[in-house]
């Protein structure tokens, strides 16, 4: 049973570039959420993603958006990209109305911004 | 602004005893919580939740949380050198569905575990 799968594992872009993150979820699990990690730091929620619709999202400016697919995968899109983005991204999957308390969280991806 | 703390740590604990590990969280409608570990370079896995009052046990592991006192801690019995790692407590502020939980992270505790 494959967990959650996120790609790149690490990137590196330059400042005021375009980044797209990818993300499968865990077989059966239908909502994708996404967090920031600064190193350090805790993870910060993003946003979270439910049949297809964006439906909770974080303190984020609009450089941040989002996508999913009809198949639950998802993708995190961050435009004009800052020295600040620097972080480790985690994709989140979970069974919306389950009795499944809690994400699984993906491996992440390492987002370096030169 | 709905905030979690924990202490940075480091916490050192010698290898057998217990290990406590404490956060406090800013507002009284939170419903569920969470503790996460996290291996250096490694994403969070979900070791514990609770949303009830008092203690949840689990193998080696309790959750105690006291919703008047807005607390929620973590106890490891018989410390173990793979405990080492960073515990992050986590709060969902939100209606208490499952599986759209939008938590809350504190920064994290770093464990030691000393052989």
């Known amino acids: 049973d494959a967990g959650v799968t996120q790609s790149p594992t690490h990137l590196i872009k330059t400042r005021g570039q375009q980044v797209t993150l990818r993300c499968s979820p865990k077989s059966g699990h239908d909502t994708v959420s996404w967090y920031q990690q600064a190193l350090g730091q805790g993870p910060q929620f993003i946003f979270q993603y439910y049949e297809e619709e964006e439906r909770q999202r974080g303190n984020f400016p609009d450089r941040f958006s989002g996508h999913q697919f009809p198949n639950y995968s998802s993708e995190l899109n961050v435009n004009a990209l800052l020295l600040g983005d620097s972080a480790l991204y985690l994709c989140?999957?979970?069974?919306?109305?389950?009795?499944?308390?809690?994400?699984?969280f993906g491996s992440g991806t390492r987002l370096t911004v030169v | 602004q709905k905030e979690v703390e924990q202490n940075s740590g480091p916490l050192s604990v010698p290898e057998g005893a217990i290990a406590s590990l404490n956060c406090t969280y800013s507002?009284?409608?939170?419903?569920?919580f969470f503790w996460y570990r996290q291996y250096s370079g490694k994403s969070p896995e979900l070791i514990m939740f609770i949303y009830s009052n008092g203690d949840k046990e689990d193998g080696r592991f309790t959750a105690q949380l006291n919703k008047a006192s807005q607390y929620v801690s973590l106890l490891i019995r018989d410390s173990q050198p793979s405990d080492s790692a960073t515990y992050l407590c986590?709060?969902?502020?939100?209606?208490?569905?499952?599986?759209?939980?939008?938590?809350?992270f504190g920064t994290g505790t770093r464990l030691t575990i000393i052989p």
């Open positions: 507002d009284r409608g939170s419903q569920s």
């Open positions: 986590a709060v969902n502020w939100g209606v208490a569905n499952f599986g759209n939980e939008k938590l809350t």
């Open positions: 989140a999957s979970s069974f919306r109305d389950r009795t499944n308390y809690g994400y699984t």
